[in-house]
């Protein structure tokens, strides 16, 4: 399966982001701010990444399914507040 992003068409499968140092496999969480995306990686270290295009770059990590903790902070809840 192919996807056109802004300016870049890649597959799914490409694992590897243009002018990103890691692998999808290596990345387990993220968060997005001003342009820059602070990174962590399974090992426990933290990267940044300032990509020329944040919105390419989000839907890449969006289609490896790497968490995005603004909207999942990985907290398991088991009961809610009201």
Do not use: C, N, Q
């Not at 990686?41 to 295009?53: C, E, I, N, Q, Y």
């Amino acid at each position: 399966m192919r996807i056109t992003m802004h300016h870049l068409t890649m597959t799914i499968t490409d694992m590897y982001y243009p002018g990103f140092a890691h692998s999808a496999g290596e990345l387990s969480a993220y968060i997005h701010s001003l342009g820059i995306f602070i990174i962590s990686l399974r090992s426990g270290r933290v990267v940044s990444h300032t990509p020329a295009d944040a919105a390419d770059f989000h839907l890449w990590l969006a289609a490896h399914h790497i968490r995005d903790i603004a909207k999942d902070d990985g907290i398991r809840r088991s009961r809610k507040y009201y």
